[in-house]
């Protein structure tokens, strides 16, 4: 079973919108950090925002937010005032448990931003 | 210094060769990654190094062997490849294994003949 879900292969956001970007995730571990990357084309994983499972606030920075609603395992980006910049690769990814270490990712969504 | 070194940027080698990918850190970071990114999928995690130990191996074949010579250096040698293992190779670093961000370099292309 798939333990992070994105169900937005491409989105088309005109400049200036916010946009949400979806992600759902499957754990049955208390402890997990739900994380956000920007893939642009030249391929860098660019780190977003962290959400922990015990966090009682949503994360944000800066244009980005998480909204975290944890009883749907929803975790979803929403990013403000979107930019030309924003288009690219997004993955949503979890981290199970504390100390292990791995990140497993979702497929991604392909964002474009029109001007 | 916030920045994951990677080189080569991109790297085309023959099924016989032997050849190495270079990750380098200056942050203090205690835990290294690698992962491997097929075109149009999401990276995949290969090994993680942690305290310059091997701590997870996710099945990967003898033919990627990694090596981590100290706490800012890691590499992944690469030797009798097939034309599948063509893809974007990524290094990370953390912290420590249980710290949340990891951070990427920008990744070595690399090309099997």
């Known amino acids: 079973a798939q333990k992070i879900t994105q169900t937005q292969p491409g989105m088309f956001v005109q400049e200036k919108e916010a946009v949400t970007l979806d992600c759902t995730y499957d754990t049955s571990d208390p402890s997990y950090g739900l994380f956000w990357y920007k893939q642009p084309s030249s391929g860098e994983m660019i780190f977003l925002i962290y959400?922990?499972?015990?966090?009682?606030q949503n994360a944000t920075e800066g244009r980005y937010s998480l909204n975290f609603q944890k009883a749907r395992k929803s975790a979803n980006l929403v990013i403000s005032a979107s930019q030309l910049g924003d288009s690219a690769m997004y993955f949503c990814?979890?981290?199970?448990?504390?100390?292990?270490?791995?990140?497993?990712f979702g497929k991604g969504t392909r964002l474009h931003i029109l001007p | 210094d916030t920045e994951v070194t990677q080189t080569p940027k991109h790297l085309v080698m023959g099924m016989t060769n032997k050849k190495s990918l270079k990750c380098e850190q200056h942050?203090?970071?205690?835990?290294m990654y690698w992962y491997k990114q097929k075109a149009k999928k999401p990276p995949e995690l290969m090994f993680v190094?942690?305290?310059?130990?091997?701590?997870i191996n996710e099945s990967v074949p003898s033919r990627f062997s990694p090596e981590c010579p100290n706490s800012s250096l890691l590499n992944l040698h690469l030797h009798a490849l097939q034309p599948e293992d063509s893809a974007l190779y990524l290094c990370?670093?953390?912290?420590?294994?249980?710290?949340?961000?990891?951070?990427f370099g920008p990744g070595t292309r690399l090309t099997v003949l």
């Open positions: 942050m203090g970071h205690r835990a």
């Open positions: 959400q922990g499972s015990y966090d009682q």
């Open positions: 990814a979890m981290r199970e448990g504390t100390y292990r270490g791995k990140i497993i």
């Open positions: 990370a670093s953390s912290q420590d294994r249980t710290y949340n961000e990891q951070f």
């Open positions: 190094y942690s305290y310059e130990k091997l701590s």
